[in-house]
């Protein structure tokens, strides 16, 4: 079993974090906008995209492993 790669998992996470405060930084009226928009959806469509989102990401870690 490969041990756990801390600095890879460290890279990713600051690149999520830049590329989510880029859009803050870049965009805030419309991130406002989106914000309040999540608030009011649905629960079982949130689920569903949290789900799409799970996938897909799990998907690109298999496809660049």
């Known amino acids: 079993m490969e041990q756990f790669d ?3 998992f460290l890279k990713a996470a600051g690149l999520a974090m830049a590329l989510e ?3 803050w930084a870049g965009f ?3 991130m406002r ?3 309040l928009q ?3 959806t649905p629960t079982a469509g949130l689920r569903i995209v949290g789900l799409v ?3 897909g990401g799990l998907a ?3 496809l660049g492993s």
């Open 6 to 8: 801390w600095m890879l």
């Open 21 to 23: 405060g880029a859009a």
């Open 38 to 40: 999540l608030a009011q």
């Open 33 to 35: 906008r989106a914000a």
């Open 60 to 62: 690109l870690c298999y």
């Open 53 to 55: 989102s799970l996938l």
């Open 28 to 30: 805030p009226e419309k």
